[in-house]
């Protein structure tokens, strides 16, 4: 499975930003499909995920600012970012979490900046 991410940039506090992730494979529709983000010096955190079922989970940081969706026919997920914080600053990965345990995946990263 092939990931790869889009749509990241400079933006203002405030802003909004759309992340696009790109899979290959048959089987999109069946992966758990999230979004990470690193901040320098921190580590990896999720920041939302959607199942194959479209349930939804959030980090608490971004709750009611982010939102998560998957459109299965183009096999991309895609994250809605708004209302920007100079906190929201990070690479952003794209992760596929196969079924059955057959496998997790990650994209290269797409950088946000958000500048207050």
């Known amino acids: 499975v092939q990931l790869q991410a889009s749509g990241g940039g400079l933006v203002q506090a405030g802003g909004s930003l759309r992340l696009s992730c790109a899979a290959s494979g048959s089987f999109f529709a069946l992966y758990k499909m999230g979004w990470y983000r690193q901040a320098p010096g921190r580590q990896r955190e999720l920041v939302a995920s959607?199942?194959?079922?479209?349930?939804?989970q959030y980090a608490d940081s971004v709750k009611g600012r982010f939102t998560i969706s998957r459109d299965n026919a183009k096999r991309t997920v895609y994250l809605q970012m708004t209302s920007l914080k100079s906190e929201d600053t990070a690479v952003y990965y794209c992760n596929a979490d196969l079924p059955w345990n057959t496998g997790e995946y990650w994209g290269p990263g797409t950088q946000v900046t958000v500048s207050s």
């Open positions: 959607i199942t194959s079922n479209s349930n939804t």
